[in-house]
C-alpha cells in the first residue's frame, strides 16, 4: 500500500519532474502497484498512458487552481458553511503529522493538501498500520469520493486516479 499512497501522492501534486518520471516508468511501476492493489493498479495505469507529461501541467490548472473546479484541499469539502473551524482543523492534522515527526513546512504547503496527507501515509503506513488506519477514516474517507464525482463530472483526466483513491482509501480505512 505504501507505494500506491506515494504513487498517488505525485499524481495529485502538482505535474513536476517525478510525475514525468512516474508516466514515463509506468510499466514498472504498474508492476509494483499490481501486488499491493490490482484494482487501483488499473486504474493508475490507465491514467499515466492516457496522460501526456508536457499536457498535464495546463490540464492540471485547469482543474485544480485557476479557478479550481475541483478542491485538493480536505477542509474545502468536510468544513462547508464551517470555515470558522478550518484553522483548528489545520492544527489537528498538523498534530497528527507532528505525532510521526512528518513535518509540513507552512510556507510550502497547508496540512489539508491531498499530496502532502497522501505523503504522511505513505510514510506511517509500514510504520503504524493503525495509525494510517485511523487517519485514513477520519480524515480522507469523508471527502474522496466528493473529489472523485466532482473530477468525473469535470471529464478531468484525474478521475481515473481519483477512483483509484477511493478504492485504496476504502481499503486502509477498513472499509467502513
Known amino acids: 500500500m505504501r507505494?500506491?499512497?506515494?504513487t498517488l501522492s505525485i499524481i495529485f501534486d502538482y505535474p513536476r519532474e517525478e510525475f514525468a518520471n512516474l508516466v514515463e516508468a509506468k510499466d514498472a511501476v504498474y508492476s509494483l502497484l499490481r501486488g499491493e492493489d490490482p484494482e487501483a493498479a488499473e486504474l493508475i495505469k490507465e491514467?499515466?498512458?492516457?496522460i501526456n507529461p508536457k499536457d498535464a501541467e495546463e490540464s492540471y490548472?485547469?482543474?485544480?487552481e485557476v479557478p479550481p473546479k475541483c478542491s485538493l484541499?480536505?477542509?474545502?469539502?468536510?468544513?462547508?458553511?464551517?470555515?470558522?473551524?478550518?484553522?483548528?482543523y489545520l492544527?489537528?492534522?498538523?498534530?497528527?503529522?507532528?505525532?510521526?515527526?512528518?513535518?509540513?513546512?507552512?510556507?510550502?504547503?497547508i496540512p489539508t493538501f491531498l499530496p502532502v496527507m497522501l505523503e504522511y501515509l505513505s510514510l506511517v503506513y509500514d510504520e503504524d498500520p493503525g495509525a494510517a488506519k485511523r487517519?485514513?477514516?477520519?480524515?480522507?474517507?469523508?471527502?474522496?469520493?466528493?473529489?472523485?464525482?466532482?473530477?468525473?463530472?469535470?471529464?478531468?483526466?484525474?478521475?481515473?486516479?481519483?477512483?483509484?483513491?477511493?478504492?485504496?482509501?476504502?481499503?486502509?480505512?477498513?472499509?467502513?
Not at 491514467?47 to 492516457?50: H, I, W
Not at 513535518?103 to 504547503?109: A, F, L, N, Q, T
Open 3 to 6: 507505494f500506491t499512497l506515494k
Open 47 to 50: 491514467f499515466l498512458e492516457k
Open 61 to 64: 490548472v485547469s482543474v485544480f
Open 73 to 88: 484541499y480536505s477542509h474545502s469539502y468536510t468544513l462547508k458553511g464551517k470555515e470558522d473551524m478550518v484553522g483548528q
Open 91 to 109: 492544527l489537528e492534522i498538523k498534530a497528527q503529522y507532528k505525532v510521526k515527526g512528518f513535518d509540513v513546512p507552512v510556507e510550502k504547503e
Open 135 to 176: 487517519f485514513a477514516k477520519r480524515y480522507l474517507k469523508p471527502w474522496v469520493g466528493e473529489l472523485a464525482a466532482c473530477l468525473e463530472k469535470n471529464n478531468s483526466p484525474w478521475a481515473l486516479p481519483a477512483k483509484a483513491l477511493v478504492k485504496v482509501v476504502d481499503k486502509l480505512a477498513g472499509g467502513a
